[in-house]
C-alpha cells in the first residue's frame, strides 16, 4: 500500500542552522509528493511539490527533490529562522485528479530558539 | 489555487450534541475532502464528497456519526453528531487544484475546525 514515513521529532534547532527533515514513501505507480507547514494554531499550508521524479519544489528558502531511485523527498533549508518553528507534514497522492486522496506521515515538529 | 472559507474556527460543544462545520471554495470543484487530525497527530480522511452522491468514507468512519452534505460544487458541510471527548480534534476541508498557471496546483486546506468536546 501507499505510505508516507518522516523522521521522529521534535527537531531543535539554533537560529541560521542547516535543517534536514526525512520523508521516504512507498507508492504504487507515479505519486504526487507534497510538503504541508502547520503553525502553531494555525490550519496546513502547502510549503512545495513535485510532481515528477528528479522535480524540485521550492518555496521560502525550503527545498525538496523527488528521488524515486531512493523513494525519498527529504526537506531541506540551508539558514533556519525562529519564525519556522511549526510542524511538517510530508504527503503524497498516489494519483493526482484521480480518487484525490493525500496520505500523510505522522508530522516533524521543529523548534528554533534565538 | 481555490481559497477555502471553513467556519466555525473553533467551538467548545457539550457531549451528546452535534456540530456542523462549514467549508466554502470561490471555485467549483468536483470533490471535497474532510480530514480529522487528532491532538498531537497527522491527518486522517474522513470521506470524500462529491456533488449529486452520496459521501465516500474510509474505514472506521460512517454516515451517522459524520453526516456530510454536497448540495453544489463550491460548498459542504460536515456534521460530527452525538459527541464525546473523544471527538476533540481539528477538522479541515481540503480540496485539489488541478489546474493552475503553473500546472498541478496539489492540495488547499481550510484554516481548520478547533473541536474541543467537555
Known amino acids: 500500500g501507499n505510505s508516507v514515513t518522516q523522521m521522529e521529532g521534535p527537531v531543535t534547532l539554533s537560529e541560521e542552522a542547516f535543517l534536514t527533515i526525512n520523508c521516504t514513501y512507498t507508492?504504487?505507480?507515479?505519486?504526487?509528493l507534497f510538503w504541508y507547514v502547520q503553525y502553531p494554531g494555525e490550519g496546513l499550508q502547502l510549503l512545495l511539490k513535485?510532481?515528477?521524479?528528479?522535480d524540485k519544489g521550492s518555496n521560502k528558502g525550503f527545498e525538496a527533490t523527488y528521488r524515486k531511485e531512493t523513494t525519498s523527498f527529504h526537506l531541506e533549508k540551508g539558514s533556519v529562522q525562529v519564525s519556522d518553528s511549526a510542524v511538517y507534514f510530508c504527503?503524497?497522492?498516489?494519483?493526482?485528479?484521480?480518487?484525490?486522496?493525500?496520505?500523510f506521515g505522522q508530522g516533524t515538529t521543529l523548534q528554533v530558539k534565538p | 489555487s481555490a481559497v477555502i472559507s471553513q467556519k466555525p474556527s473553533r467551538d467548545i460543544c457539550q457531549r451528546g450534541t452535534s456540530l456542523t462545520i462549514q467549508c466554502q471554495v470561490d471555485?467549483?470543484?468536483?470533490?471535497m475532502f474532510w480530514y480529522r487530525q487528532q491532538p498531537g497527530q497527522s491527518l486522517t480522511l474522513i470521506a470524500t464528497?462529491?456533488?449529486?452522491?452520496?459521501?465516500?468514507?474510509e474505514s472506521g468512519f460512517v454516515i451517522d456519526k459524520f453526516p456530510i452534505s454536497r448540495p453544489n460544487l463550491t460548498f459542504s458541510t460536515l456534521t460530527v453528531s452525538n459527541m464525546s471527548p473523544e471527538d476533540s480534534s481539528i477538522y479541515l476541508c481540503?480540496?485539489?487544484?488541478?489546474?493552475?498557471?503553473?500546472?498541478?496546483?496539489?492540495?488547499?486546506f481550510g484554516s481548520g475546525t478547533r473541536l474541543t468536546v467537555v
Open positions: 481540503s480540496v485539489e487544484d488541478l489546474s493552475t498557471v503553473s500546472g498541478y496546483g496539489g492540495y488547499t
Open positions: 507508492a504504487t505507480g507515479y505519486p504526487s
Open positions: 513535485a510532481t515528477k521524479a528528479d
Open positions: 504527503a503524497l497522492s498516489p494519483t493526482p485528479g484521480n480518487t484525490g486522496k493525500l496520505i
Open positions: 471555485s467549483q470543484v468536483t470533490m
Open positions: 464528497a462529491n456533488q449529486g452522491s452520496e459521501a465516500t468514507y
